[in-house]
């Protein structure tokens, strides 16, 4: 990860507002969720994305504005990997997408 980013990330006010917006959308993926499937989300994802010019700006990195919660699927698909029909729970079973 970069020095910004490792920065931001590890930041207090970072997880207490990546908790607050968890919260606010009850843990689940807004993706999945528009799609009509209850995924438990994992990650909140900057729409702007963060890089060095923005890192510090916390009416980017702080902003719900800015803010999806995502599972992990939809995560790697909003950065470009390829569709998979399946994903696995913390289990290793098989779990269905389509």
């Not at 968890?22 to 807004?30: A, I, P, Q, T």
């Not at 599972?71 to 290793?92: S, W």
Request: glycine share 4%; hydrophobic share 35%.
């Amino acid at each position: 990860m970069k020095e910004y980013a490792t920065r931001l990330y590890n930041a207090s006010a970072w997880q207490k507002c990546r908790a607050a917006y968890m919260e606010k959308v009850g843990y689940l993926c807004e993706d999945c969720l528009a799609r009509g499937i209850y995924t438990k989300a994992e990650i909140v994802h900057h729409i702007i994305p963060i890089d060095e010019t923005n890192a510090d700006d916390p009416s980017i990195t702080l902003n719900f504005d800015n803010l999806r919660a995502v599972c992990r699927y939809c995560h790697a698909a909003e950065h470009g990997a390829k569709k998979r029909r399946y994903i696995t729970d913390e289990m290793g079973r098989i779990i269905p997408i389509d």
